[in-house]
């Protein structure tokens, strides 16, 4: 054990020496790709998160979760057997973008309303882009409709929630709240702290894109995005910018705005993408968490749930399809019978299903 983290180490060192490097050679491209991701940041990020961040640690700190969680006692209770306080951050966490959820969730533990067991279990699923986060890239900049946005972010919501009702076998009924509600009466306390708290965390997460954007630019100067990119337009019929984009939004999620404009095909790899959160955001979850979470648990939820948000938002595109423009030059995720993708992603579920079982069995003894 002892040697493997010393391997762990050296590599990780191998791979901070490498990109310090890289950054000095590629150093137009590093400054090029940041400026964009600094552009993102100004223009996506903050105007479409921080106002939701403010207002979700509004509710909690002036307790406003306990009531919203009373008025949804029955179905929090006999539906999905989450404590009604928990629905409540699971719905809050839903609309309000991804950071928020695990944010809530750490500062319910700080003060004793939910175990290190609960919150390892219930931050699996209080993750969701937000409809702000999805007007502002999807909407916005790729389809130019609300009614897309709308498709998109009910596809998300819609997974989840059947993430939740499934992993509520698992759990029982919950009895009634130990935690007593508690109001706050200095009203600037509330404010000045929720602002506080918001702003932190979209300043975490607006560095964490900066500092993905330099990897960016380190990787498409050593020709890594070209050649995968090349490989996944092969494999999935995609074109090669349908394929950079999602190899590129896997990685950091505000890159899906590279994708093909108005090419309402792409909408459910869209959907699925912005269900994952890409690994930025990931890491950024981890780090609220102080890596106190069973990471391979999340990480398959997290893609179990943007299985799901594909097939879904899939089945969307094509009951809505006459509202949408659909181009033939490029229809090919919604009507290529011969393309190879829904056959590998559902493969992948599979995969995923048989893991989380084992994964079960072996916690279990």
């Given at each position: 054990m002892g040697n493997l983290k010393k391997l762990q180490s050296a590599v990780f060192s191998l791979i901070i020496l490498a990109m310090f490097c890289a950054s000095i050679i590629f150093s137009d491209a590093v400054s090029?790709?940041?400026?964009?991701?600094?552009?993102?940041?100004?223009?996506?990020?903050?105007?479409?998160?921080?106002?939701?961040?403010?207002?979700?640690?509004?509710i909690t700190e002036s307790g406003l979760h306990h009531i919203i969680g009373k008025l949804l006692s029955p179905a929090a209770k006999y539906i999905f057997r989450l404590r009604p306080e928990i629905f409540a951050v699971f719905i809050i966490s839903n609309i309000s973008g991804y950071p928020v959820g695990a944010k809530l969730l750490s500062d319910l533990r700080k003060k004793g309303e939910?175990?290190?067991?609960?919150?390892?279990?219930?931050?699996?699923?209080?993750?969701?882009?937000?409809?702000?986060?999805?007007?502002?890239?999807?909407?916005?900049?790729i389809y130019r409709s609300f009614f897309a946005g709308m498709v998109i972010f009910?596809?998300?919501?819609?997974?989840?929630?059947?993430?939740?009702?499934?992993?509520?076998?698992?759990?029982?009924?919950?009895?009634?709240?130990?935690?007593?509600?508690?109001?706050?009466?200095?009203?600037?306390?509330?404010?000045?702290?929720?602002?506080?708290?918001?702003?932190?965390?979209?300043f975490q997460m607006c560095i964490m894109i900066i500092a993905f954007s330099m990897i960016r630019g380190i990787l498409s100067e050593l020709g890594v995005i070209g050649f995968?990119?090349?490989?996944?337009?092969?494999?999935?019929g995609m074109s090669h910018q349908d394929s950079a984009a999602s190899f590129l939004s896997f990685i950091e999620i505000s890159n899906v705005t590279r994708f093909t404009f108005m090419d309402y095909n792409n909408m459910p790899l869209i959907a699925a993408l912005l269900s994952f959160g890409g690994l930025c955001v990931i890491l950024q979850v981890f780090a609220i968490a102080n890596n106190r979470i069973a990471k391979l648990r999340f990480f398959l939820y997290r893609l179990a749930g943007s299985i799901l948000t594909y097939f879904i938002c899939r089945a969307a595109c094509l009951i809505f399809a006459d509202r949408f423009v659909i181009s033939t030059a490029s229809y090919k995720i919604l009507s290529k019978s011969s393309s190879a993708l829904p056959s590998v992603i559902l493969i992948i579920m599979s995969v995923l299903l048989i893991s989380q079982k084992a994964i079960d069995k072996t916690s279990s003894k």
């Open positions: 090029r790709e940041i400026s964009s991701g600094i552009h993102i940041c100004l223009y996506v990020i903050i105007p479409s998160l921080y106002g939701a961040m403010v207002c979700a640690c509004m939910i175990t290190d067991r609960e919150f390892d279990s219930y931050i699996s699923f209080c993750y969701a882009s937000g409809p702000a986060f999805v007007a502002g890239t999807a909407a916005a900049q009910s596809s998300i919501i819609t997974a989840n929630n059947i993430l939740v009702f499934i992993s509520s076998f698992k759990r029982s009924r919950p009895c009634a709240s130990h935690i007593i509600t508690t109001h706050c009466d200095d009203h600037s306390s509330v404010v000045l702290s929720s602002v506080n708290n918001a702003a932190g965390g979209m995968l990119s090349a490989l996944v337009s092969e494999i999935s």
